[in-house]
């Protein structure tokens, strides 16, 4: 039984969309911007964009600011 678990487990993590941070960092390399032009647009600093792109803590506030300025039509470069 445990190892059905395990199993099904591995399943799901297999099957996960891809995170916020790999999406953002995609997203703004299609767009040829650079995380300080992306940072400038948004309001922020360069070193929030970086860790919103490694997936690591970041305060709330930065991070919807960056995600609409990347979700946004356009990115003035």
């Given at each position: 039984?445990?190892?059905?678990?395990?199993?099904?487990?591995?399943?799901?993590?297999?099957?996960?969309?891809?995170?916020?941070?790999?999406?953002?960092?995609?997203?703004?390399?299609?767009?040829?911007?650079?995380?300080?032009e992306l940072a400038t647009a948004a309001g922020?600093?360069?070193?929030?964009v970086n860790r919103l792109e490694q997936g690591?803590?970041?305060i709330l506030n930065s991070k919807r600011k960056?995600?609409?300025?990347?979700?946004?039509?356009?990115?003035?470069?």
């Amino acid at each position: 039984m445990l190892r059905e678990v395990k199993d099904m487990a591995s399943v799901q993590i297999s099957t996960r969309e891809p995170s916020i941070a790999t999406q953002a960092k995609k997203l703004r390399l299609s767009r040829l911007i650079t995380q300080e032009e992306l940072a400038t647009a948004a309001g922020v600093s360069k070193e929030e964009v970086n860790r919103l792109e490694q997936g690591l803590p970041l305060i709330l506030n930065s991070k919807r600011k960056i995600l609409k300025e990347l979700w946004a039509k356009k990115v003035e470069k």
